[in-house]
C-alpha cells in the first residue's frame, strides 16, 4: 500500500479504517455536565477521550497550540499504584492498539492550529509503528524530531540485548516551520564550563578570549583601518568597527597579551546556553515518589510547553494520567484541557490542584 504523504510506505493491517471514517462520529445525545468556574484556566473532562476530542471539536477545532500525550504502549499490562490498586489497564494490543491511537490522531489533528505542534511520548518497542501513523494522519514533511528520553538509570538486565534505559517522544508540526519555536536553551554543565572557560579573572569569573579579527581584507571600511596604532593581521580585518572596539576596551572586555595583540573577553556567566539536541536525560522518579504510577517528569513537560506554546496558547493532554502537563501549564499561565477516564487519573489531579489552590472546571461526558 502506498501513500505519497508518507514517502510511499504506509501501515496496512486488518479493519483500518479510512480518515473519513476516522472523522466520523454518530454521538447523538452526547453531552458533558459537572461544575464551571469562570475564573478557572483550564477543565478536565472525565470519560472517554475519543467521545470527548469528537464531541469538543466544533468548540475547539484550530485553536489548541501544542498537544503533549503519553498514552498506553500497547503492553498488555496493568498499572498499579505504590498500594497496588490499578491506575489502568494497557490491554490493547498490536493492530488494535494502532488503530485505537490513529483514530484519536486524527481528531487531534482538527483541534491543532496552524501554529500547534503535538508530542508524543511512546515506548521503543511500538514507536517505529506509531511514527508510520503519525506520518500518515500529519505528513511526513511534518516530521521535526524523534527525541530520545533517558527515562531512569542504567539496566542490569540478564537477557542478550542491551539495557533499555530510553524512550521516545514523537514531534509533529501541524504546518512545518509555522508552529511556535521557542529557542529554549540547556545551561552548560559544571565540566563544560571549565573547558570552554578555562580562565578565571581577579574576581574569580570563569572567561575566555576570542580573536578581535577575521577572515578577510577591507580595503576601504572602518574594519580595514588601524585601531590603537594596530592594523588587522594581513588577509584579515577586525570584527568590528573601531568605535565598539573602543567601547569593548573601555568596558574591560579586551584582553591584551604580552606582545600587545588584544582579544575579547567573553565571560562564562554571559554564556547564553547550549541548543538542545534531540537526547534528553529527564528520569521519572521511582513508584514510591509519585501519585500515579505512569507520571512523568515535570522539568520535562516544562521545557515542552515553554519551547512550543505562548502565554496565551491553549495545551491539550488527552491522556492526563497524573495531571502533570496541567500543573506545568497553570504554573505557566498557559490555558489547558485535560482528559481521561481513570477515576484515579480523576482523583490524583484533583487532589493536587485542589492543595496548591488552582481552580479549574470538573466535566464529565454522559452518553
Request: charged share 25%.
Amino acid at each position: 500500500m502506498t501513500d505519497s504523504n508518507t514517502r510511499n510506505c504506509i501501515l496496512s493491517y486488518p479493519d483500518k479504517q479510512s480518515m473519513e471514517t476516522c472523522l466520523s462520529w454518530d454521538g447523538n445525545g452526547a453531552f458533558v455536565e459537572g461544575d464551571q468556574d469562570e475564573k478557572a484556566n483550564g477543565t478536565f473532562y472525565f470519560g472517554d477521550n475519543l467521545s470527548l476530542l469528537h464531541l469538543l471539536r466544533p468548540q475547539y477545532q484550530g485553536m489548541v497550540d501544542l498537544i503533549y500525550i503519553d498514552p498506553p504502549f500497547g503492553t498488555g499490562k496493568s498499572f498499579v499504584n505504590i498500594d497496588q490498586e490499578v491506575a489502568y489497564k494497557d490491554q490493547i494490543l498490536d493492530y488494535e492498539f494502532l488503530e485505537f491511537l490513529r483514530k484519536r490522531l486524527y481528531v487531534m489533528r482538527e483541534w491543532l492550529s496552524d501554529r500547534g505542534s503535538i508530542y508524543l511520548h511512546i515506548d521503543k518497542k511500538i514507536g517505529h509503528y506509531v511514527k508510520l501513523i503519525m506520518d500518515e494522519v500529519f505528513g511526513y514533511e511534518n516530521f521535526l524530531n524523534d527525541i530520545s528520553r533517558i527515562k531512569c538509570n542504567p539496566k542490569n538486565f540478564s537477557r542478550k540485548a542491551y539495557g533499555n534505559y530510553s524512550d521516545m517522544i514523537l514531534l509533529y508540526a501541524k504546518h512545518r516551520d509555522q508552529h511556535i519555536w521557542h529557542e529554549t536553551r540547556e545551561a552548560l554543565q559544571e565540566d563544560e564550563i571549565k573547558k570552554l572557560f578555562p580562565k578565571i579573572s581577579p574576581s574569580g569569573d570563569r572567561y575566555t578570549t576570542h580573536p578581535l579579527h577575521a577572515p578577510g581584507e577591507t580595503k576601504d571600511g572602518d574594519t580595514g583601518k588601524s585601531w590603537k596604532g594596530l592594523l588587522p593581521p594581513k588577509g584579515r580585518h577586525w570584527r568590528y568597527g573601531r568605535a565598539v572596539l573602543d567601547e569593548l576596551d573601555a568596558q574591560g572586555l579586551i584582553e591584551w597579551s604580552a606582545t600587545g595583540n588584544p582579544r575579547k573577553i567573553v565571560y562564562a556567566k554571559d554564556h547564553p546556553g547550549k541548543k538542545v539536541q534531540d537526547v534528553w536525560e529527564f528520569k521519572d522518579r521511582g513508584l514510591s515518589y509519585v501519585a500515579y504510577p505512569t507520571q512523568k517528569n515535570h522539568e520535562l513537560l516544562r521545557r515542552i510547553l515553554l519551547q512550543s506554546s505562548e502565554p496565551d496558547s491553549l495545551i491539550l493532554d488527552a491522556f492526563a494520567g497524573s495531571g502533570g502537563t496541567l500543573l506545568i501549564a497553570e504554573e505557566l499561565g498557559r490555558r489547558w484541557i485535560g482528559m481521561d477516564q481513570s477515576e484515579q487519573a480523576l482523583n490524583v489531579i484533583q487532589e493536587q490542584m485542589n492543595s496548591q489552590g488552582i481552580q479549574a472546571n470538573w466535566l464529565q461526558l454522559v452518553s
